[in-house]
């Protein structure tokens, strides 16, 4: 069975940091692309960060460009999401997903192509 499951979030300074984690069970990763999510109390569900199976294409929002870091390690089967300089309105429940296909090339349109998702891991940042 596919599955997806995050960890890493908790409270946080702002201007601090944390490394979330997405592992992969069921599947292997390296053949697709891995999306990270946020949705914030109220707020509808937002696409953060995408990066490909191949060649290392990534893709961030213009909200936590030059800020976070997505990176895999396929070896891990883990896709990991570097946040750094945290700011408050980064406070969100934190999802990976994955399409259902192989190959996706990360673009500003991979909110939409997501099919397998994870049940999230908090992130508050907070003084």
């Known amino acids: 069975q596919l599955q997806l499951v995050e960890s890493g979030g908790g409270l946080v300074q702002p201007g601090g940091s944390l490394r979330l984690s997405c592992v992969a069970s069921?599947?292997?990763?390296?053949?697709?692309?891995i999306g990270w999510f946020r949705q914030a109390p109220g707020k509808e569900r937002e696409g953060v960060s995408c990066?490909?199976?191949?060649?290392?294409?990534?893709y961030y929002a213009d909200s936590v460009k030059g800020r976070f870091t997505i990176s895999r390690d396929n070896a891990k089967n883990t896709v990991y999401l570097q946040m750094n300089s945290l700011k408050p309105e980064d406070t969100a429940v934190y999802y990976c997903?994955?399409?259902?296909?192989?190959?996706?090339?990360?673009?500003?349109?991979?909110?939409?192509?997501?099919?397998?998702w994870g049940k999230g891991t908090p992130v508050t940042v907070s003084s």
């Open positions: 997903a994955a399409p259902s296909w192989r190959g996706y090339y990360c673009s500003a349109h991979f909110p939409g192509v997501m099919d397998y």
């Open positions: 069921g599947f292997s990763l390296n053949s697709y692309a």
């Open positions: 990066i490909s199976s191949r060649d290392g294409n990534t």
